[in-house]
């Protein structure tokens, strides 16, 4: 799967999931542009867009989109570290179009 870190994923939570194509926002040119931009651009370019932003599903229409969506329930890397497991299950059960959420265990 080809996955694609939003703006403000910590770039070692790549290690978590060693058998996807990983890349970021800003390492693909895309820094800096608005959510409804943003998708647009990664929409059938990449399977999964990881994120930390809670109202990207009440601001962007998502209907009709391919890219499947997870969110973290925070960009903190020593709390995100407590969900390895819940992550790589969001990520590797995601379908085109799924938006998920994964839930902080405290």
């Known amino acids: 799967m080809k996955i694609i870190f939003d703006e403000n994923v910590p770039w070692p939570l790549r290690l978590f999931l060693p058998d996807h194509e990983v890349t970021s926002v800003q390492r693909e040119g895309h820094g800096g542009k608005g959510n409804g931009e943003l998708l647009e651009c990664l929409d059938g370019q990449f399977d999964v ?25 925070t960009n903190r890397w020593p709390l995100l570290k407590e969900l390895e497991g819940e992550i790589r299950q969001a990520v ?14 405290g």
């Open 49 to 73: 867009l990881v994120l930390c932003d809670k109202n990207l599903r009440y601001q962007q229409n998502l209907a009709g989109r391919v890219i499947a969506i997870v969110e973290l329930p």
């Open 92 to 105: 590797d059960s995601s379908a085109p179009g799924a938006y998920s959420s994964v839930e902080s265990s």
